[in-house]
């Protein structure tokens, strides 16, 4: 009985267990650390359809590409939206900041022209000519679903 010990004794054994219990907690961070960053979804896991980007592309051609230019490359004083503006300007930061931008700012002075969905179906097609691959699934337009997608450099 812990009564019986020594003095001192009980509070060793419980430092003890507070010190195994510390390493254990660790070690699960780490673990769960782990299993987090091999399941990150990124741009270039096949976020988007070929069909969401075929329907992005008409809308881009028709208020996009007069500034930003046919190919997203950019145009005089308008950005370049795809190579360098997501290979290092938006490298991790989830694919939601950089469609926030569009929802909020684009076309200039008129935010919010398309629904959230058309500006993810835009976004599909950015990513398509950036030489991310298509998938399966669409491109959802809401932050939730955009805000699990890292924009990542190219591999
Ligand atoms: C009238 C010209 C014009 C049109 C039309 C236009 N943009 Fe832009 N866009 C700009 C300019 C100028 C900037 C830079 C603004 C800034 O950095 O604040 C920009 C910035 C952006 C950015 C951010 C780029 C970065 O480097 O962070 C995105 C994304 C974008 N535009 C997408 C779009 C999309 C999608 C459309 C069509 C729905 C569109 N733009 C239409 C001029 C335009």
């Not at 569009?102 to 950036?130: C, K, R, S």
Request: proline residues 6%; negative net charge.
């Amino acid at each position: 009985m812990w009564k019986h010990a020594g003095p001192g004794s009980f509070a060793r054994n419980a430092l003890a267990a507070v010190g195994v219990a510390a390493l254990l907690a660790t070690s699960a961070l780490a673990a769960n650390a782990a299993a987090a960053n091999d399941a990150e979804l990124t741009i270039f896991d096949g976020v988007y359809t070929d069909e969401q980007a075929d329907r992005g592309k008409d809308m881009f051609a028709s208020d996009c590409a007069a500034c930003h230019g046919n190919t997203a490359r950019g145009g005089p004083g308008s950005p370049g939206l795809i190579a360098f503006t997501l290979d290092s300007k938006y490298a991790d930061q989830p694919l939601s900041a950089y469609w926030d931008f569009m929802v909020h700012n684009m076309p200039p002075g008129n935010a919010g022209w398309f629904t959230d969905q058309e500006y993810a179906d835009i976004t599909a097609y950015l990513l398509q000519l950036h030489g991310a691959p298509a998938g399966e699934n669409e491109l959802e337009g809401t932050e939730e679903a955009l805000s699990q997608i890292m924009i990542v450099p190219t591999p």
